[in-house]
């Protein structure tokens, strides 16, 4: 006998797995969307937006979707860091 998918939105239909549901950790995908980037900075969409218009962080625009390369986002990070390094002046 065949099952047939139930309608609704179940745990049991979900289509998102478990190590899904963690990769925006990481900035591994080579296009990342405005709220993936958000998160992996640990900022709101609002002040990437501000990052955005400012340049402080280039896009790749497909069609009407704005995309964030993810060497990008690891190179504003490092560039957070400053020229010390993370531990900061005098380590």
Known sequence: ????????????TSRRSGSESNNWMTATA????RQTAARYL???????????GTRDLPTVRIGRRVM????????????????????????
């Open 1 to 12: 006998m065949r099952r047939t998918p139930s309608c609704g939105n179940t745990a049991s």
């Open 30 to 33: 080579v296009l990342n969307s």
């Open 68 to 91: 964030i390369h993810g060497d990008d986002l690891n190179e504003y990070l490092e560039g957070l860091e400053g020229p010390e390094g993370p531990e900061g002046p005098g380590s």
């Open 42 to 52: 640990g900022i709101g969409t609002t002040m990437l937006d501000k990052l955005i």
